[in-house]
């Protein structure tokens, strides 16, 4: 099956949901991969592969901070303002 086909057999709801299923690779199916907003662009999430954290490193477009487990909430927050500021990032 061609991406652009848009001829069916049978019933065009069945059909319809198996072209939208259908993989494109292992790790997506064609609707997702044509209509879906990739799933990290903004996200919070720990780095807890140090290829990741060195690939976030190098991304212009994220800010890499490290936080101790012994500072406090608040002392975080506040710090984690300041970062924002100086970097010129609006909340």
């Not at 490193?57 to 101790?68: Q, T, Y």
Request: charged residues 30%; contains cysteine.
């Amino acid at each position: 099956m061609m991406i652009g086909d848009v001829r069916y057999e049978g019933d065009k709801y069945i059909a319809f949901t198996k072209w939208w299923r259908s993989k494109v690779n292992d790790t997506y199916t064609l609707g997702e991969h044509l209509f879906a907003e990739p799933t990290t662009i903004n996200k919070v999430m720990l780095s807890e592969d140090r290829d990741i954290a060195i690939q976030s490193a190098d991304d212009e477009s994220r800010l890499p901070i490290k936080i101790p487990k012994v500072v406090s909430h608040r002392q975080t927050d506040m710090s984690i303002v300041c970062l924002l500021t100086e970097e010129e990032i609006s909340l």
